[in-house]
């Protein structure tokens, strides 16, 4: 690594630590991972961040944010805050911009609006034609039908949330899936670390709220580990009540049980 560089990583972290004492936790000093807890008005945000060779002078470095009450959107617009930030201090250290970057966000939660005023951000269309997908398999469940709503499971095994991107990246190549009214998702992945092991995971409802975070609580429940799940519902013109958190459990479990992931 670049001396330079490697001192100024040095200096950040030290500084970070100082500043942010247990809420900085070191995942591997050999690969330089850490994450940092954000709480503000009783919500939280976990950055991890992996420091690479060219940080700061010629790449940002990595991170992945877990939010699991976020919404997509809101999710979206604080990735697209972040990239802004590196961007206008290429060359410098920016993870102590970030996470005050995601307190300013959290500050303004219900709902986070973005500025059109100043120079702030606004909230970006993904384009997943562009995405170049190196995809872990996925398998497809049955449909249910209630009522003229269908309801479909997906699930696959992810490592990363590249592994995520990739594969919610590839279902929406598939125009019905694309169309559907709800793609929920909701994920955990096991992250070992020079302390033990962490657990990174996240949902969300898509619209069809509190569904993600059901999804994520019966994972959580059957203890999954590495787990994405999705599920697609088309919503047929009659209201169901209750009954569509009972269908979209029962479509979460079907397909983490016919992909072979389902603990025992």
Not at 50 to 64: A, Q, V
Not at 238 to 250: A, C, E
Request: with cysteine; proline share 3%; net charge negative.
């Amino acid at each position: 690594m670049d001396t330079e560089n490697l001192a100024k990583q040095v200096e950040e972290i030290e500084a970070l630590s100082s500043i942010y004492g247990e809420d900085l936790i070191i995942e591997s000093e050999v690969s330089r991972s850490y994450n940092i807890k954000v709480r503000d008005n009783k919500n939280e945000v976990i950055l991890y961040v992996t420091l690479n060779e060219g940080y700061p002078s010629k790449n940002p470095p990595k991170y992945e944010l877990s939010a699991p009450w976020m919404d997509r959107k809101a999710k979206e617009n604080l990735h697209y805050c972040l990239d802004e930030i590196y961007l206008e201090n290429i060359g410098e250290t920016v993870i102590f911009q970030w996470v005050e970057k995601i307190r300013e966000v959290l500050q303004t939660i219900k709902p986070i609006e973005p500025k059109k005023d100043e120079k702030n951000c606004v909230e970006k269309t993904l384009d997943f034609s562009q995405l170049e997908i190196n995809c872990p398999d996925i398998t497809h469940g049955e449909v249910i039908i209630d009522r003229k709503s269908s309801f479909q499971g997906h699930a696959a095994e992810v490592h990363s949330a590249d592994d995520v991107s990739a594969v919610l990246a590839k279902l929406k190549q598939n125009k019905k899936i694309l169309n559907a009214t709800h793609n929920m998702y909701a994920y955990r992945i096991e992250k070992k670390t020079d302390k033990g092991t962490t657990m990174l995971q996240d949902c969300d409802d898509d619209g069809e709220a509190h569904a993600g975070g059901r999804m994520l609580h019966l994972l959580q429940i059957l203890d999954q580990k590495n787990t994405l799940v999705v599920v697609s519902r088309w919503y047929g013109g009659i209201q169901l009540g209750p009954d569509r958190f009972r269908h979209i459990n029962n479509a979460t479990r079907q397909v983490i049980q016919q992909a072979g992931l389902l603990k025992k």
